[in-house]
């Protein structure tokens, strides 16, 4: 692939960042709460490991939220009516998202809580 080709791959994965960013609902709660959590990070001085942590769990649920938008933008692409395993698929995306945030959580709560205590 030429250069001109990568630089415009790069172009379509930045305007799908900004959009899942700009109108994902969801996304944007996520978006926020990882800002707070960086936030958080630099005032509590995390070590390099931590940060390590943290930026795999931001990365993680900002990424199962990409994958859940497309999901469901494809759903209503190929199954505009209500259809049971469309609703299923819908779920299912929705629920990967779901595990990413409460593991994300888990991990914020064992390295955040013994510096705040």
Known sequence: ??????????GYAW???SGL???????RI???AAILVVICGFILDLSASDWCLVVLCIGS?????????????????VSPDYHPLAGKAKDIAAGAV?????????VGFVIFIPKIS
């Open 98 to 106: 779901l595990i990413t945030a409460i593991a994300a959580a888990i």
């Open 1 to 10: 692939m030429g250069i001109k080709k990568r630089i415009k791959s790069f």
């Open 30 to 32: 996520h978006t926020a």
């Open 61 to 77: 649920v900002l990424a199962a939220e990409g994958f859940n938008a497309a999901i469901e933008k494809l759903v209503d692409l």
């Open 21 to 27: 960013i700009l109108k994902e609902t969801n996304a």
């Open 15 to 17: 305007r799908g960042l």
